[in-house]
């Protein structure tokens, strides 16, 4: 079997490009992947590096679409002869519906996002065969689709992460902030609950990973200018992109997660996976990532205050983190992503026999 996979990104925007790397990548040998972007970057290069042969096609906007657009990749899909085309995101799932309708080829679009895109939506409810979303919270987007619908949840290679839990004791403590750095992960408030807590305790300091992408260098510097007059901006590592974060999640006493919409939360999982408490606003999928309470402990949106006393708490106490941190890692194993193939190979076959 031949699996078109096509993104519109081709660098590593944010989980869903390291999600769709991991079911590439561990697909069984029966199943060739092929990924198609409109141009080469960092997601295409690790790709590659995973023996995933990797074809270019402009995805350019709708509204700059061209009819020898769509007359290139009829030709270009059909060359490629694949059993099924699965879109990473709309308008990858726009270009391959049309592709797959020419062509008589199925076609899934696999959903990060719980946010409506308006007309897109209702075009690829004709376009596609089946939708895949990576929990309930996104699911909801398609309430009336007509095809079939499949909550199937991010797998991340677990077993693979080294067991690096219980560093050597350190008067530093760290909290921890993985993500882009855009106006919906809301990086202030993170920094506002840090704040709060380093002016009572100096052996505190807030690691940020990721980083922000020329559209949103502005907000970036907003937050900065916000807080750098603060007696305690000092202890704020900016760490930009990194593409192994281990570290840092085994000596972060929690990870935080301020996000005003999350489709899943793959960070969340990344923590746990390591022993991290977790600590995040209730948005999306983020409470069928963890419970209340048993791995972590869900806030309220917006609620910086209760934030603020949760985190205090997590972090002055050891035992709490360490009951939390062992809960977390059996926890985080439900998303292995072995399950996650099983579950995406039965979806294909499915799609093939009906297709028949």
């Known amino acids: 079997m031949r699996v078109v996979y096509l993104s519109q990104f081709?660098?590593?925007?944010?989980?869903?490009?390291?999600?769709?790397?991991?079911?590439?990548?561990?697909?069984?040998?029966?199943?060739?992947?092929?990924?198609?972007?409109?141009?080469?970057?960092?997601?295409?290069d690790k790709a590659k590096n995973n023996n995933v042969r990797h074809v270019t096609l402009p995805m350019p906007p709708l509204k700059l679409a061209k009819f020898s657009t769509f007359s290139q990749w009829r030709k270009a899909i059909k060359v490629l002869k694949p059993d099924i085309l699965h879109a990473n995101n709309s308008r990858a799932a726009f270009y391959a519906g049309v592709a797959g309708k020419l062509l008589g080829i199925p076609v899934i679009f696999h959903c990060r996002v719980s946010d409506h895109d308006g007309f897109m939506d209702t075009l690829l409810q004709r376009l596609v065969d089946v939708i895949i979303c990576n929990s309930e919270a996104v699911a909801q987007r398609f309430t009336d689709f007509p095809k079939p619908t499949h909550v199937i949840y991010n797998g991340l290679p677990i077993a693979k992460f080294p067991n690096l839990a219980n560093p050597l004791p350190s008067a530093e403590k760290y909290m921890l902030f993985v993500g882009r750095i855009t106006p919906e992960k809301q990086l202030e408030h993170a920094l506002e609950v840090f704040g709060a807590l380093a002016t009572h305790d100096?052996?505190?300091?807030?690691?940020?990973?990721?980083?922000a992408g020329p559209e949103d260098e502005g907000y970036l510097q907003e937050v900065k200018e916000m807080f750098m007059q603060k007696s305690w901006f000092s202890r704020v590592q900016w760490l930009g992109f990194c593409h192994d974060v281990t570290k840092w999640y085994v000596h972060a006493s929690l990870l935080v997660l301020t996000s005003k919409h999350e489709?899943?939360?793959?960070?969340?999982?990344?923590?746990?996976?390591?022993?991290?408490?977790?600590?995040?606003?209730?948005?999306?999928?983020?409470?069928?990532?963890?419970t209340d309470g048993e791995q972590g402990y869900l806030i309220a949106p917006d609620d910086k205050q209760t934030m603020i006393e949760v985190c205090a708490?997590?972090?002055?106490?050891?035992?709490?983190?360490?009951c939390l941190g062992q809960a977390?890692?059996?926890?985080?194993?439900?998303?292995?992503?072995?399950?996650?193939?099983?579950?995406?190979?039965?979806?294909?076959?499915?799609?093939i026999e009906t297709a028949q």
Do not use: C, W
């Open 10 to 44: 081709p660098n590593m925007v944010g989980g869903g490009e390291y999600s769709l790397l991991d079911l590439m990548s561990h697909l069984p040998q029966d199943i060739e992947p092929v990924l198609v972007t409109p141009s080469e970057g960092v997601f295409t």
């Open 202 to 211: 100096s052996n505190l300091h807030f690691v940020i990973v990721g980083g």
């Open 263 to 290: 489709g899943f939360g793959r960070v969340l999982v990344e923590a746990m996976a390591q022993a991290t408490p977790v600590v995040a606003y209730t948005v999306g999928g983020v409470p069928e990532v963890f």
């Open 313 to 322: 708490k997590v972090l002055s106490d050891n035992d709490l983190q360490q």
């Open 328 to 351: 977390g890692q059996k926890q985080a194993a439900k998303f292995a992503i072995d399950k996650h193939i099983t579950q995406m190979t039965t979806v294909y076959h499915d799609l």
